[in-house]
């Protein structure tokens, strides 16, 4: 009687634990997941992981030809976008500058593929200034950028997901000019969506 008692738990419990893991994964939300999360998600079943890579390769060819710096993460699935900070605003200043949409109106393109990609831009700064202040500066940003998109598209919502970094993930130390250059930027992350990942094969 105990053993069965055993059994019937067990299965109650596995029972359980599958659903509050489909419930889970059901449960993402874009919107208040952190950058990590939204980076790795959704995820690229093995069996179409080659042929997302083949895509997403392509992807980051086609961006370098337009005059972009691209490169692949997250093991090739993800293709990241890096521009300087200072090509697109001036210092210290949370605005698009005037030469800005000369830059981004490259990417709409790719912006627009909502069925396509997900879209999450990182802005960077370097740490000059209080981490409350470097924190403001870069959601400002980021959130100046998806308004740049939203405007150009009819006022449609863009699907772009923004975070402001601060300086907490700095390339290189902050000491010297060439380097708190290099750690004030913004990054595009061209992230699979599940309807391409599962018509990758197909494409």
Same mark, same amino acid.
């Given at each position: 009687m105990r053993s069965s008692l055993r059994i019937l738990s067990s299965i109650v419990l596995v029972a359980w634990c599958m659903t509050a893991t489909a419930q889970k994964k059901t449960d993402f939300d874009p919107a208040t997941a952190s950058i990590e999360e939204n980076i #790795?998600?959704?995820? %690229?079943?093995? #069996?179409?992981? !080659? @042929? %997302? %890579?083949?895509?997403?390769?392509?992807? *980051? /060819?086609?961006l370098k030809e337009a005059g972009y710096e691209a490169s692949l993460v997250r093991s090739g699935e993800v293709v990241m976008v890096t521009i300087p900070c200072s090509?697109?605003?001036?210092? !210290?200043?949370?605005?698009?500058?005037? #030469?800005?949409?000369?830059?981004?109106?490259?990417? #709409?393109?790719?912006? !627009? *593929?909502?069925? /396509?990609?997900k879209v999450v831009i990182a802005v960077h700064?370097?740490?000059?200034?209080?981490? %409350?202040?470097?924190?403001?500066?870069? @959601? /400002?940003?980021?959130? @100046?950028?998806?308004?740049?998109?939203?405007?150009?598209?009819?006022?449609?919502?863009? +699907?772009?997901?923004?975070?402001?970094? +601060?300086? /907490?993930?700095?390339?290189?130390?902050n000491h010297g000019r060439a380097n708190r250059a290099k750690n004030r930027r913004v990054e595009f992350y061209f992230i699979p969506t599940q309807e391409f990942i599962k018509n990758a094969r197909k494409r």
């Open positions: #790795k998600t959704p995820e %690229v079943p093995e #069996k179409q992981r !080659n @042929a %997302v %890579v083949a895509h997403m390769d392509n992807l *980051r /060819d086609e090509t697109l605003f001036s210092p !210290n200043e949370t605005s698009l500058s005037s #030469k800005a949409p000369a830059k981004l109106s490259g990417l #709409k393109h790719f912006v !627009n *593929r909502r069925e /396509d990609f700064s370097d740490n000059t200034g209080d981490a %409350v202040y470097a924190d403001r500066l870069t @959601a /400002d940003r980021a959130n @100046a950028i998806d308004e740049y998109f939203y405007k150009e598209d009819s006022h449609r919502e863009t +699907g772009i997901i923004p975070y402001g970094i +601060g300086s /907490d993930e700095p390339l290189a130390d």
